[in-house]
């Protein structure tokens, strides 16, 4: 199984719609899209409305159209935006790609899909955030019940007996790098102010979500922070073999004149980089 990694390509935001389109038409490029899984790890649009979630929805539908199996996650803009995240659009948005998010599935996560080799477990770290004062910030809460029940899940002979892969769109490390960044070359203050906040702002139960699935998955997916990193290191920490940052695939926020997405083989658990040039 090949697994195509993408986040947080905010449709909506600049050009974003029309790089989005470059990404699946290279991805569509590809091969045989039967071969590949989708995997969309929030963060689809860049704010929670209607109308670009029907922009977001013909994206996936090119996908989908062609046979690729596309999974997808909400992200704090599918949700609200930057700040704060909102029940009413987190309904909307899971009602109107229910398709990709739960597939026929009842509409609850953890979700769970199989393939003959592979159990990939959808998770919405958005769902613990919502309350009034919780909301606020966007930093991700999956929530009590939602780790009790992927607990549960991981214990059964269909996950089991399978790969194992595991998406959400908060970055999902208690203590590492991914807190504490490399905020580029700008003034002093904003590396202060980066190096300081960051382990402010990620995702709120992270240490209950690590002891949850250590030793228990092959490969756990997100994005949120846009630093596209490889954080097997990390995750090996846990017993987990390999984890990845996806960035945003569309290059939102980034210094770079280049958009990429990684290939993941699940087996032999080989990575590849695939990048697609934009026009300027």
């Known amino acids: 199984m090949k697994i195509i990694h993408l986040s947080d390509t905010h449709v909506g935001r600049d050009n974003n719609e029309v790089r989005c389109d470059r990404l699946v038409d290279d991805i569509l490029s590809l091969g ?22 029907r922009v977001g929805g013909d994206i996936l539908a090119r ?28 309904r909307h948005f899971r009602e109107h790609f229910s398709a990709y998010i739960y597939g026929d599935q009842a ?3 953890p979700v769970l899909t199989l393939t003959e080799d592979c159990a990939f477990i959808g998770l919405d770290s958005n769902e613990a955030e ?39 769109h908060h970055h999902p490390f208690f203590d590492s790098y991914i807190v504490r960044p490399d905020v580029g070359d700008g003034h002093y203050l904003s590396h202060l102010f980066g190096w300081n906040t960051r382990r402010f702002r990620r995702l709120k139960d992270a240490y209950s979500l690590m002891q949850c699935i250590r030793d228990r998955v092959d ?62």
């Not at 606020?136 to 780790?147: K, R, S, Y």
């Open 219 to 280: 490969l756990l997916l997100f994005g949120h922070q846009h630093f596209g990193l490889d954080y097997s290191a990390e995750s090996q920490r846990y017993g987990i073999p390999q984890a990845f940052d996806a960035s945003s695939s569309t290059c939102t926020q980034m210094d770079t004149d280049r958009m990429r997405y990684r290939i993941i083989d699940t087996q032999g658990s080989l990575v590849s980089t695939r990048f697609v040039q934009f026009p300027p």
């Open 63 to 90: 996908l989908s159209s062609a046979k690729c199996r596309v999974l997808l996650c909400p992200g704090n803009h599918d949700c609200g935006d930057a700040m704060k995240v909102d029940p009413t659009m987190a």
């Open 32 to 53: 045989n899209p039967r071969d590949y899984v989708v995997i969309h790890t929030g963060d689809l649009i860049n704010a929670g409305d209607q109308a670009l979630m």
């Open 130 to 168: 919502m309350g009034w004062w919780e909301r606020w910030f966007a930093e991700g809460n999956l929530g009590a019940a939602q780790i009790e029940k992927l607990s549960a899940l991981l214990d059964t002979d269909k996950v089991r007996k399978r790969f194992v892969v595991i998406y959400l």
């Open 107 to 109: 509409a609850a996560f």
